[in-house]
């Protein structure tokens, strides 16, 4: 027999494979359970059924051995939507709420057509649709794995805003865009932390680009350029340490107005223009 109070207090090595163990846990439990992470903490005495104990112990070994979370539950949690994901894209981050947040920010709750570049599990493209029903939406990505989940998730989620399309970047793109936004691969090839944590399990594609980091985010800032009208918004995510890079790059293809902007973590993460 094992409480809630005890799961909660099972592997402590788990501490060595992830940087969020507790809440790891929490959220493995709260699937099997089938309840909001608060009943945790009101029932810590609750035992689990047999069953449930050995689901728990199943899942728990394979997160000792690195798969994400997201990955064991199938789906992970992103603005107010719940995503399915898989390993054919990147798992959807917070950091990457910091690029919704601002996209809010920067057009009026008017109609207006907004793009999202490289959108994976749809995460940017449906957290805005769902925010702005008066928006049209259009999600590009290169993989057909990327564009039959996020249609999925566009679906599940009851959002019918957003038009979700194969190709490279602005290249499906027809007239012109209010605001584009991306979250492209920004991290260079060699950084060591990509043979650690989390990112092991998900794809190179969606996360390194050549030159330091940089490429896609140059060929898509040079792309948009014929994509927006007088006045639009480009905006992307970044490395912490991009933000001169991408402003730099932006003001040497013609736009102006650009800005840096922190994450939760005061970390520099969006760029815009
Ligand atoms: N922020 C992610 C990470 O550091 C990378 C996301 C991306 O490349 N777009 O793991």
Redesign the pocket.
């Known amino acids: 027999m094992l409480t809630v109070a005890e799961a909660l207090a099972r592997a402590p090595e788990l501490a060595d494979v992830s940087d969020s163990s507790r809440l790891d846990l929490e959220l493995l439990l709260c699937d099997l359970l089938d309840k909001p992470r608060s009943w945790l903490f009101t029932w810590p005495d609750a035992q689990l059924t047999e069953a449930q104990v050995a689901r728990f112990e199943q899942l728990l070994a394979r997160r000792l051995q690195g798969e994400p979370v997201a990955h064991l539950l199938g789906y992970r949690d992103f603005w107010t939507l719940r995503l399915k994901v898989s390993p054919d894209t ?1 798992i959807p ?1 917070p ?1 990457t709420e910091t690029l919704v947040e601002q996209a809010l920010a920067h057009l009026p709750a008017a109609p207006a057509r907004v793009a999202d570049l490289g959108t994976g599990t749809g995460a940017i493209a449906l957290a805005l649709a769902s925010e702005r029903p008066q928006w049209q939406l259009v999600a590009t990505d290169l993989h057909l794995g990327a564009v039959a989940l996020a249609r999925e998730n566009a679906t599940a989620n009851g959002l019918d805003n957003v038009e979700i399309v194969p190709g490279s970047w602005c290249e499906p793109l027809q007239g012109h865009f209010d605001m584009i936004v991306s ?5 260079d090839p060699e950084d060591p932390h990509l043979q650690q944590g989390d ?1 092991r399990f998900e794809p190179l594609s ?2 390194t680009a050549e030159d330091k980091g940089m490429a896609d985010i140059r060929t898509i800032a040079e792309q948009a350029r014929t994509c927006l009208r007088t006045g639009g918004w480009l905006l992307f ?1 970044h ?1 912490y340490d991009q933000g001169m890079s991408v402003r730099a790059c932006l003001q040497a293809l013609g736009y102006t107005q650009v800005a840096t902007v922190r994450d939760l973590g005061d970390n520099d993460r969006v760029t815009l223009g």
Request: hydrophobic share 40%; proline share 15%.
């Open positions: 990147l981050r950091d979250n492209p691969p920004y991290i990112v969606a996360l995510e490395g």
